[in-house]
C-alpha cells in the first residue's frame, strides 16, 4: 500500500506532463495560425495574379 501511495504522490509532483500538454497546446495554435496566414497569403496572391493575367491578355 506505501508503494501504490508513493507512486500517487510522485505523479502529483511531477510537472513533466504538464509542460508537455502545454507546449503541444502551444504548438497546436501556432500550426492553426501558420495555416490560416498562409491560406489568407494564398488569396491574395492567387487575386493578384487574375488581375494581372486579365490586364494582360488581349
Same mark, same amino acid.
Request: charged residues 15%.
Given at each position: 500500500?506505501?508503494? $501504490?501511495?508513493? #507512486?500517487?504522490?510522485?505523479?502529483?509532483?511531477?510537472?513533466?506532463?504538464?509542460? #508537455?500538454?502545454?507546449?503541444?497546446?502551444?504548438l497546436?495554435?501556432? =500550426? $492553426?495560425?501558420?495555416?490560416?496566414?498562409?491560406?489568407?497569403?494564398?488569396? #491574395?496572391?492567387?487575386?493578384?495574379?487574375?488581375? =494581372?493575367?486579365?490586364?494582360?491578355?488581349?
Amino acid at each position: 500500500m506505501t508503494k $501504490v501511495l508513493n #507512486l500517487a504522490k510522485r505523479f502529483v509532483a511531477d510537472e513533466d506532463g504538464t509542460a #508537455l500538454i502545454e507546449y503541444t497546446v502551444l504548438l497546436g495554435t501556432m =500550426l $492553426v495560425a501558420t495555416i490560416a496566414i498562409i491560406a489568407s497569403v494564398g488569396n #491574395l496572391v492567387n487575386a493578384k495574379w487574375t488581375t =494581372l493575367a486579365n490586364a494582360v491578355s488581349p
